[in-house]
């Protein structure tokens, strides 16, 4: 199930039944909120997602970050060991342990906040398809919703020239032994992605302007086909160094350069089968570099806005 919806400072045209965003802070506080768990992105620390956690506890949500520094990232290093690294076949445990132990940690203190209650973890990012890892390996009774931002769910293309798996095989890992995305009133995956900056290919660029079009599944809840116009709010479509470079990265993810993506993460990578996959204009990847205005990313209150009701429901 796939949603696009219009740029931040537009009204919707239509009002989405399971997105609606009439949500607000003095609303959401009257009752007790689940408790959720912030897992970071690769090379983010907790310190990044502070003010997103202020946001969320404007609602009502208790919050808990995953504890991570910047140098934590470089215990990934310990793959370039295991022979499974060159062949492309490497597998999230033992080299990502540690990001296991610290996401279980940032669980165990949520389930105190819930009480006996159901927890959503918001992974951003890596975050989000290391979540699946997680409660493949630890089990997911406790937790209601599963929200990704920017995450690179699927994997690269196999067999293509100039495309490297940057994961070294740990996406093929997930897609192949972890749970198929869901939207059941149990468990709610929700993926969300952005649309920051068209990508263009080096060397033909005959494919940048096209617009695009998410759709909806018809066997799901909502069912119908948004069409997200190239507004002021996404950068201008133009075969530019920038827009080259940043499409050498989409391709590395998904294939092809000239697509949309959040300027690190094409938007049809972070959509799942069988999630609710939503799509925002003009939305960055990361809070590093963000200034929540003239480029805002996931987490900027404005965007939090339009996604939060996920979390109060």
Request: hydrophobic content about 35%.
């Amino acid at each position: 199930m796939a949603l696009a919806l219009p740029p931040l400072n537009c009204k919707p045209h239509r009002q989405w039944k399971c997105c609606s965003s009439s949500s607000s802070s003095s609303s959401s506080t009257t009752s007790p909120r689940r408790p959720a768990v912030i897992l970071p992105g690769l090379g983010n620390n907790t310190g990044d997602y502070k003010k997103l956690e202020l946001t969320l506890q404007e609602y009502g949500v208790p919050t808990v970050v995953a504890k991570v520094s910047r140098i934590d990232w470089l215990r990934n290093a310990a793959g370039l060991v295991d022979p499974n690294y060159w062949k492309g076949t490497l597998q999230p445990r033992p080299v990502l342990d540690w990001y296991l132990k610290r996401v279980d940690d940032a669980v165990q203190e949520a389930k105190e906040l819930a009480q006996g209650g159901k927890l959503s973890v918001i992974g951003h990012s890596a975050g989000g398809w290391l979540a699946r890892v997680y409660m493949e390996e630890f089990g997911l009774s406790h937790i209601s919703l599963l929200l990704t931002l920017g995450t690179p769910h699927l994997p690269p293309p196999k067999g293509l020239p100039g495309v490297i798996d940057q994961t070294r095989g740990l996406l093929y890992y997930v897609e192949q032994h972890c749970r198929k995305a869901v939207y059941t009133p149990e468990l709610k995956y929700v993926c969300i992605a952005g649309r920051y900056l068209q990508g263009a290919r080096f060397l033909n660029d005959s494919k940048v302007a096209v617009d695009s079009m998410a759709t909806i599944d018809d066997d799901q809840p909502v069912s119908d086909v948004a069409l997200v116009k190239n507004t002021p709010d996404s950068t201008p479509v133009s075969p530019t160094f920038r827009a080259r470079f940043v499409g050498q990265g989409y391709k590395q993810v998904c294939g092809e350069a000239d697509v949309w993506g959040d300027g690190v993460v094409p938007e049809v990578s972070a959509h799942l089968e069988g999630a609710l996959n939503i799509s925002f204009d003009g939305v960055y990847h990361s809070p590093v570099g963000s200034d929540d205005v003239s480029r805002p990313w996931y987490g900027s209150p404005a965007v939090v806005e339009q996604w939060v009701q996920h979390l109060l429901n």
